[in-house]
């Protein structure tokens, strides 16, 4: 099993990114994005279920990020739009093994992570 995420770079205030997360190895149902700078705990982005007729954002990023998946391409991604300094962060895909999780935006319920790509944002 493995997640290959892409898509980060240096980026200006305001600007968008799309990240991508390429899943090998077997069929996951819910898939995450989350978020991590150095010396702060990971953080939830964003979440969404196998059908993607669930979506969940932390309220950070509520109305500027949207999650979305291609199921036949088992690919996630982020489309990260009005973009601030503070999104600045490796940001991580994640997957769960569960059919249903109970919390789609904390970290304990997915079990496989992507090695993060860097997204910087300048002002």
């Known amino acids: 099993v493995q997640l290959q995420a892409s898509g980060g770079g240096l980026v200006q205030a305001g600007d968008y990114l799309t990240l991508s997360c390429g899943a090998s190895?077997?069929?996951?149902?819910?898939m995450g994005w989350f978020r991590q700078t150095p010396g702060k705990e990971r953080e939830s982005v964003a979440a969404?279920?196998?059908?993607?007729?669930?979506?969940y954002y932390a309220d950070s990023v509520k109305g500027r990020f949207t999650i979305s998946r291609d199921n036949a391409k088992k690919t996630l991604y982020l489309q990260m739009n009005s973009l601030k300094p503070e999104d600045t962060a490796v940001y991580y895909c994640?997957?769960?093994?569960?059919?249903?999780?109970?919390?789609?935006?904390?970290?304990?319920?997915?079990?496989?992570w992507g090695q993060g790509t860097q997204v910087t944002v300048s002002s």
């Open positions: 994640s997957a769960a093994l569960g059919y249903t999780i109970a919390r789609p935006l904390s970290d304990g319920e997915y079990n496989y």
């Open positions: 190895g077997r069929t996951f149902y819910n």
């Open positions: 969404i279920s196998w059908s993607g007729s669930r979506t």
